[in-house]
T-cell receptor, first 116, second 113 residues
Framework: NAGVTQTPKFQVLKTGQSMTLQCAQDMNHEYMSWYRQDPGMGLRLIHYSVGAGITDQGEVPNGYNVSRSTTEDFPLRLLSAAPSQTSVYFC???????????????FGPGTRLTVL | GENVEQHPSTLSVQEGDSAVIKCTYSDSASNYFPWYKQELGKRPQLIIDIRSNVGEKKDQRIAVTLNKTAKHFSLHITETQPEDSAVYFCAASILGGFQKLVFGTGTRLLVSP
């Protein structure tokens, strides 16, 4: 299993450009989420999804859109990039049913985004 | 909304010493408290977690304790080793579920040989 994969690893954008960060998982997890990580601020939830066709906002959703058309994929779209969106972005997935497996969130390797 | 505070922000210990990281949370409905370890340039990885119906959990050199009345939980690492050096994040679930998490701001642990 590849686990959680993210592309690209690095990206540089100019202010106002748009782009999509890709995230995929092959563990058949129902729950997927996007976080941003900034120095000294931990991980902050942007958007999350509990299954295909269902998404909701997290702590810091402004400037980002998501969709979940399949169980495997959960792309994050930056509509009009701003320097304040310079960050490291992590995608994560987990089961929703818990049980013996538990609720561990598995993180992808991250995308380092710089907006000039 | 939920607020998770984590202390200290940095912690330096000698190899073999114990390390303790503390977190407090505000939402009394929180029922799941994971701890993640993140090495430099890597992704966060779960090291231990605890649910609200348990007061303590151990896994070899790592333990977590939970005090629901006081709304705080702690990570204890015994016999620290240089490879324990990393940033550690606590988190608490919100809205009574297990997946939606609010993270602390992290503790940078440095274990010197």
């Amino acid at each position: 299993n590849a686990g959680v994969t993210q592309t690209p690893k690095f990206q540089v954008l100019k202010t106002g450009q748009s782009m999509t960060l890709q995230c995929a998982q092959d563990m058949n997890h129902e729950y997927m989420s996007w976080y941003r990580q900034d120095p000294g601020m931990g991980l902050r939830l942007i958007h999350y999804s509990v299954g295909a066709g269902i998404t909701d906002q997290g702590e810091v959703p402004n400037g980002y859109n998501v969709s979940r058309s399949t169980t495997e994929d959960f792309p994050l779209r930056l509509l009009s990039a701003a320097p304040s969106q310079t960050s490291v972005y992590f995608c994560a997935s987990s089961r929703t049913s818990g049980g013996a497996v538990g609720y561990e969130q598995f993180f992808g390797p991250g995308t380092r985004l710089t907006v000039l | 909304g939920e607020n998770v505070e984590q202390h200290p922000s940095t912690l330096s210990v000698q190899e073999g010493d114990s390390a303790v990281i503390k977190c407090t949370y505000s939402d009394s409905a929180s029922n799941y408290f994971p701890w993640y370890k993140q090495e430099l340039g890597k992704r966060p990885q779960l090291i231990i977690d605890i649910r609200s119906n348990v007061g303590e959990k151990k896994d070899q050199r790592i333990a977590v304790t939970l005090n629901k009345t006081a709304k705080h939980f702690s990570l204890h690492i015994t016999e620290t080793q240089p490879e324990d050096s990393a940033v550690y994040f606590c988190a608490a679930s919100i809205l009574g579920g297990f997946q939606k998490l609010v993270f602390g701001t992290g503790t940078r642990l440095l274990v010197s040989p």
